[in-house]
């Protein structure tokens, strides 16, 4: 999003101090046969601070006529209201004046007389000797036969680069500034005329031992250079992540500041060179509001909205925020407004009336969810198409961490699609906070919170076996996390549809008691638990007696793997097959359990059917009842139930199912056989769809009562496209509620 808006700005206060700008103002005359000489220094109330760039500690006079040095005036002292006296006769020529040039100069080569103003402009020092313990200044006035008072501005000899990062979560290691010279000038050339070209170099600094963050610092002083392209780079961290940041400076005019601003958020930054005159001590305030910065007396901040001290910055409070903020800048100034924020929305207001020059924007933030980002708008400041300043707006993150499969919109919600439960978040809490769960009435309390320590807590969501009520309506609950008073309570709902199947316990596993039909993702496909034909009693004893139309939708489809959708039993020219069999699939042994069953269940392993053997090739013969030790030694009691069928109008003969039982708990495992090539299939032969072996799976390998052969549970090698039975078991759940 970007935005312009064109301030309507009065130059009333302006008329402060005019950064760089030279001052040669006549005066009528008040003194007697003195030169009444008025300093005053760039961007700084004449004599009020005490900032070391502004000081002034020794002060000399140069007089030129026609174009040779006349007159020094060494020592010079000013008065409390910054003028000085001299006593020049005839009143004509230049004056140049140098503070606290002491190491910058040598007063041997300024012989008066012979001196010339060529090579008085000439003077090289290098920055070290300009800036070093004091601001080496300079100004000049050209003197008229009447003139008995004069002003002269005194402008810095050097450019300073200051480095600005205003984030908490940037952390700047290193600055280079490439190809810039270490001498310069004393005093400004004509730009006219060719400057010498001076040995460059290449300044690094390093923040070795703390890394630069959420403030603004001085890097280097520099003379005055008028080459263009000097390279930036700035290596920062942002959460653990390495980022090199490139720019370039422009020409570097003495007296002036060049701030490298680093920005961004996540993995986009960027540094932006932003062009001030200098400006200090106790008129930096007034000076800098009108490049463009936050006027806070004539804001209406919301609660927990702050400043930084240069008031270039606003850091907005994760909470909701609703604000006027006033901006200042200077006369024909233009604001554009860039970048975009979550339910973040920025609106310019009516200008005000009063004489300082302002923009007005409201901002409205909505509250900041969980496991969000650091996010920023800026508010940019143009005159004559040079960006003059800039706000940002740093739209703090909701500091309570969080991690898992919890995703909030803007209103606090988090609507799971489906049936979803285990461990869906882990939240850590910032200091003073707490945290619960809130369940409307009536409404099973599903989602359980369990503490980790140090702040950080476990959200569960829960399953309920044979819950009647699963059938695909929707469950809510209510986070609740407040200060430990109650206060600043925030308030997210968590909904998903209770889906569940009809289920048994036997050994410690949930397994599924129908096997899966239709879509394996679909609980709307399958026997739902309101649905359960034999709710009220033994499933075995149910097919018994069901009819053959119950009994093939008790039976289920066909699957192969990668194909979520069963294959329906049909027939043709008097010969069953299942539509859509395909002769390349995947392999139920390799893929993951999950992938083709409902939400919160599986495809079982080699040991969840191992329970039901006594090793991996077992006859069950066709006892009706039967018992034998299984392989762990466990008694088990099992039934081998054979009836004939007719499905679909045709009779597809005898069909066979297996009903084992553990300390009173059933589970009934039966088959539509399976099919092994595009026309054929075996009838009583049921693979089971097993995972963790690629070329191996559990099958009951069936066969008449009439034949003799018997029925044999084996764990054998089958080709994986050969269609399988699902019978899913429960995905182990650590919260079970009531």
């Known amino acids: 999003m970007m935005m312009k808006y064109i301030l309507a700005l009065t130059s009333a206060s302006l008329l402060l ?204 002083y520099l003379p005055e250079q008028n080459s263009n392209g000097h390279e930036v780079e700035i290596m920062i961290t942002t959460h653990g992540g390495w980022h090199r940041l490139k720019t370039t400076l422009p020409a570097l005019k003495r007296n002036h500041v060049y701030t490298l601003k680093v920005y961004g958020n996540g993995s986009n930054w960027k540094v932006e060179v932003l062009t001030n005159d200098w400006e200090t001590g106790s008129s930096s305030e007034s000076g800098l509001t009108h490049k463009g910065l936050v006027d806070k007396e004539n804001s209406q901040l919301s609660e927990g909205v702050t400043l930084n001290a240069q008031a270039d910055t606003v850091f907005v409070p994760y909470w909701k925020s609703d604000f006027q903020l006033t901006l200042a800048a200077e006369a024909g100034a233009e604001v554009t407004i860039q970048g975009q924020a979550n339910g973040v929305t920025v609106t310019p207001t009516p200008l005000s009336r009063s004489l300082t020059p302002v923009a007005q924007f409201q901002v409205s933030s909505k509250q900041k969810m969980p496991g969000s980002h650091y996010e920023y708008m800026y508010l940019d400041v143009h005159k004559n198409e040079v960006q003059t300043g800039r706000v940002v707006l740093v739209f703090i993150p909701n500091p309570i961490q969080m991690t898992g499969s919890l995703q909030f919109d803007d209103n606090g919600l988090c609507d799971f699609p489906t049936y979803v439960d285990g461990e869906l978040a882990r939240i850590t809490l910032p200091e003073g906070k707490t945290i619960s769960l809130n369940f409307n009435e009536g409404e099973a309390q599903w989602m359980k919170l369990t503490e980790e320590g140090d702040r950080t807590y476990r959200l569960l969501g829960g399953w309920k076996p044979n819950d009647p009520k699963a059938d695909g309506r929707a469950q809510t609950g209510e986070l609740v996390i407040a200060d430990a008073n109650g206060g600043h309570s925030e308030v997210y709902t968590i909904r998903r549809l209770n889906w569940g199947l009809p289920v048994v316990q036997v050994n410690g596993v949930w397994w599924c008691k129908y096997n899966l039909r239709g879509n394996v993702k679909s609980f709307s496909d399958q026997i739902l638990v309101k649905a359960d034909p034999a709710a009220n009693g033994s499933l075995a004893d149910y097919l018994r007696s069901c009819s053959d139309e119950d009994f093939l939708q008790v039976l289920g489809d066909q699957y192969q793997a990668g194909n979520p959708n069963g294959l329906k039993l049909t027939h043709q020219d008097g010969q069953f097959y299942y539509e859509g069999y395909q002769s390349q699939t995947g392999n139920f042994g390799t893929m993951a359990p999950t992938e083709m069953a409902p939400d919160g269940y599986q495809i079982p392993d080699y040991d969840d059917y191992r329970f039901y053997t006594w090793g991996s090739n077992c006859n069950l013969a066709y006892f009706d009842p039967g018992v034998f030790n299984n392989g762990l030694g466990q008694r088990l009691n099992f039934n081998v139930v054979e009836r004939n069928a007719t499905f679909k109008g045709l009779n597809y003969g005898p069909i066979s199912f297996y009903d084992f039982e553990y300390e009173g708990n059933h589970l009934t495992l039966c088959g539509l056989g399976h099919q092994y090539n595009e026309t054929t299939l075996s009838s009583m032969m049921i693979l089971f769809a097993t995972y963790g072996n690629a070329g191996n799976t559990w099958m009951i390998e069936g066969y008449a009562k009439s034949t003799g052969k018997g029925n044999w549970f084996k764990y054998a090698g089958s080709n994986a496209q050969k269609t399988r039975t699902i019978r899913c078991i429960k995905t182990p759940v650590e919260y079970i509620y009531e």
């Open 17 to 220: 101090l005019s950064g760089c700008q030279q001052e040669d103002i006549r005066q009528t005359p008040d003194t007697h046969g003195m030169l009444a000489v008025k300093f005053s220094k760039a961007g700084v109330i004449n004599g009020t601070d005490a900032d070391a760039e502004s000081q002034i500690h020794t002060l000399n006079g140069y007089h030129f006529e026609d174009g040779i040095l006349k007159e020094t005036f060494s020592s010079l002292q000013m008065d409390a209201e910054g003028i000085c006296h001299l006593d020049i006769a005839p009143m004509k020529g230049s004056l140049y004046f140098l503070a606290n040039g002491e190491k910058a100069i040598t007063p041997e080569n300024l012989k008066e007389g012979v001196t010339t103003l060529e090579a008085f402009l000439k003077q090289q020092a290098t920055a070290e000797n300009m800036a070093s313990e004091s601001m080496l200044m300079t100004g000049k006035t050209e003197l008229g036969t009447d003139d008995t008072s004069v002003s002269v501005s005194l402008k810095r000899a050097v450019a300073r680069i200051d480095l600005d990062s205003p984030f908490e979560d940037a952390e700047v290691n290193s600055v280079v500034l490439k190809n810039v010279a270490l001498t310069g000038y004393l005093y400004e050339q004509d730009a006219l005329q060719t400057s010498e070209k001076f040995e460059t170099t290449d300044l690094t600094k390093d923040f070795d031992e703390q890394p630069f963050k959420n403030g603004k610092t001085s890097l280097f």
